[in-house]
């Protein structure tokens, strides 16, 4: 076997992975690279393998970073299988569209051509296979893979490799992201013991989170604050997962009686269609959230609740006095819907931005996370006055404690002969890895960009 990195090196995003085995060339992920004002450099270079020779590709779950260059792939002729679980293959198919359309704008505005166009797209999608978590597919008469659930979005899988070559057998696991539990919506996260080699991501390598029994106390406090202050609550939000499991944390506080009633936007066109996608998907979900699903107001609606998927609808909730809450796209404010309600309610100390997700180095989340004074959007120069509030339990992502247990449960038995650390900057990747080797006595190895491994 060889395993070669061809991006989630020591960056948190554009995952891509080559694994060579069992005479196959298997991909995992084909992520877009996010955050470095060099992003649109580096994601129109080539991909620096051969995508013609590529015979699969395994998707981990749906968000961009993750399935970014799918349609790149094929423009540089990849033809292959695309498996990936049910709810990623149909999230997929809404996301891809909507990362075109940005795609094609930002081409037109810089007067370059696009990374790839609405023909590589739909050739794309039309080799992707949606299978349920736990069936056994085999690849050719050495490699087969079984799907696991990651835990960390709807569909999140971490994909189990199985080689066996004259009598030996190794096993190998893709997570993608991993899960942070319990979940508000999730099941919880399948763990895939014993094996010989992992990858593990460290977005949060070097954090730990709130715990998760605080969290919801936390979302309360700032709500009430701005409520009190009779300020708009923005909270930049991913629309798969974050946006959905939000409302439903919402739902059940309005439903409580435990915060004041005040309208609730979610202004973000792909979330909107998103959340259709995962009321057709409610079997993935935990017992309490199907549970919730049997109202019949739905799992996603509550009274003070409005979607604005039109251009006209998200201008109106301008003209809605505040105290409100808005929830859009994109969730580090790299673009969408968010960057309007930030330019226009930053400079407002009587309001408040909230961020529930991983913000990359280099985004416009990062720089107002870390307390930016002001900020450039649209090319105008904004004031940061609003009040700012982090609540890290509601990650999707696991923290340190949680990816060092998933290591623990894939070394049962002191299986692991490798482990490798992706997916999070350098030095939350290289504190895990430090951890990982101290505490539970597993090679743990940083990789580079493009650096390669016979296993």
């Not at 720089?367 to 450039?376: C, F, L, M, S, Y």
Request: with cysteine; net charge negative; proline share 5%.
């Amino acid at each position: 076997m060889k395993l070669t990195f061809y991006g989630g090196a020591t960056h948190v995003t554009g995952a891509n992975y080559l694994l060579e085995a069992g005479g196959l060339r298997i991909l995992v992920d084909c992520g877009m690279i996010q955050g470095s004002r060099y992003s649109d450099e580096m994601n129109a270079e080539p991909l620096g393998y051969d995508a013609a020779s590529v015979d699969y590709l395994f998707v981990t779950h749906s968000h961009v970073d993750h399935i970014g260059r799918i349609p790149k792939l094929y423009r540089e002729g990849f033809r292959g299988v695309i498996y990936a679980s049910e709810p990623t293959a149909a999230i997929t198919a809404v996301a891809l569209p909507d990362t075109l359309d940005k795609i094609v704008s930002e081409a037109k505005a810089c007067d370059c051509a696009p990374l790839y166009d609405r023909n590589d797209m739909e050739g794309a999608l039309a080799l992707m296979r949606g299978v349920p978590y736990r069936q056994r597919l085999r690849l050719s008469h050495a490699v087969t893979v079984e799907g696991h659930d990651s835990g960390h979005v709807l569909g999140s899988t971490a994909w189990e490799f199985t080689i066996e070559d004259q009598g030996v057998r190794r096993r190998i696991v893709f997570p993608g992201d991993i899960g942070n539990p319990p979940s508000t919506l999730l099941q919880d996260i399948d763990y895939v013991r014993g094996v010989d080699y992992m990858l593990v991501e460290s977005a949060y390598g070097s954090r730990i989170h709130e715990a998760r029994s605080e969290r919801r106390q936390m979302l309360l406090d700032v709500i009430r604050e701005t409520y009190d202050r009779k300020g708009v609550l923005m909270i930049p939000s991913f629309a798969v997962e974050r946006t959905q499991e939000l409302m439903l944390e919402l739902d059940t506080l309005f439903e409580a009686g435990d915060l004041p009633k005040m309208p609730v936007f979610v202004d973000s066109p792909l979330a909107i269609d998103i959340t259709k996608v995962y009321g057709r998907f409610s079997s993935y979900f935990n017992a309490e959230a199907r549970e919730i699903l049997k109202d019949n107001r739905g799992i996603f609606q509550f009274p003070w609740l409005t979607f604005t998927p039109s251009v006209p609808e998200s201008k109106h909730i301008n003209d809605v006095p505040a105290p409100k809450i808005v929830v859009a796209g994109s969730g580090m404010s790299q673009g969408g819907r968010i960057l309007h309600h930030e330019s226009r309610y930053l400079p407002d100390n009587r309001n408040t931005i909230l961020f529930i997700g991983y913000q990359v180095e280099g985004s416009l989340g990062r720089r107002i996370r870390d307390g930016a004074k002001d900020v450039t959007i649209f090319g105008n120069h904004i004031p940061v006055r609003c009040h700012m509030r982090t609540i890290g339990a509601y990650s999707a992502h696991a923290d340190q404690n949680g990816l060092i247990e998933y290591i623990r449960q894939a070394n049962q038995g002191d299986s692991l002969k490798k482990c490798f650390v992706v997916q999070g900057e350098e030095d939350a990747a290289q504190t895990l890895a430090d951890r990982a080797r101290q505490e539970l006595k597993v090679d743990a190895v940083v990789p580079r960009l493009g650096e390669s491994f016979e296993l």
